[in-house]
């Protein structure tokens, strides 16, 4: 997440999904962290104001010590929550090759550190889609996760907009059943264009 973008209409969307989802008691201990590349600039009013937009409490955003600076990374992961459900909102999405900021990206090896810490959590990430149409960029994310997960199958669903989609993964394969499930019921016809599933 990057400051200048805080407030727009897609951080509405993420809301109005996990407040969703929430009460459902889909996800649980449900915690968020906004993986920002400008973190410095964050003032206690921006973290206010992002908690709000996404329909969680304060208490739910993740707090770090250490910056997404290369040179930290390993730490800042280790300082996410042990237990519960979580969403990462780096500024463009999960990293399938060479970038020039790495502060933008989550990669893959972050994302199943994080899903192998509590083994049953769903872990959802935003990503950004650029000139390819939104389910292929969904492949082609899923194509390199699938290349570097050797040890344990994981699945995924995502939710797509024109230019982002959600990607909700998790080793448990029911866990991401309910998330379809929930997602296929509140869209209806409409989820068979947005609501991906790879279980």
């Known amino acids: 997440m990057n400051l200048k973008f805080l407030g727009d209409a897609l951080d509405h969307w993420k809301g109005s999904v996990f407040e969703g989802l929430q009460n459902s008691n889909i996800l649980t201990d449900f ?22 937009l996404l329909k969680v409490k304060n208490s739910q955003i ?19 929550p042990h237990t519960g459900d979580l969403f990462l909102d780096p500024d463009t999405g999960i990293r399938t090759g060479s970038v020039k ?13 994080l899903m192998n810490r509590v083994r049953g959590r769903v872990v959802i990430v935003y990503q950004h889609v650029r000139a390819v ?20 199958k994981f699945y995924s669903a995502s939710y797509d907009s ?38």
């Not at 915690?31 to 709000?52: G, H, Q, T, Y």
């Not at 900021?101 to 550190?113: R, V």
Request: charged share 30%; hydrophobic share 35%.
């Open 101 to 113: 900021d790495s502060k933008q990206y989550l990669n893959p090896d972050e994302l199943f550190f």
């Open 31 to 52: 915690r968020v962290d906004a993986m920002a590349s400008d973190i410095e600039n964050w003032r206690p009013e921006d973290w206010s104001l992002f908690a709000k």
């Open 133 to 152: 149409k939104t389910r292929e960029r969904c492949e082609a994310v899923l194509k390199v996760l699938c290349s570097k997960s050797t040890t344990q």
């Open 62 to 80: 993740v707090s770090h010590e250490t910056t997404l600076n290369s040179n930290q990374r390993q730490k800042y992961f280790e300082e996410i």
């Open 162 to 199: 024109g230019m982002v989609t959600m990607l909700f993964f998790s080793f448990n394969k029911e866990r991401i059943e309910l998330v379809n499930d929930y997602l296929r019921e509140l869209l209806g016809y409409h989820a068979e264009n947005r609501i991906g599933v790879w279980i």
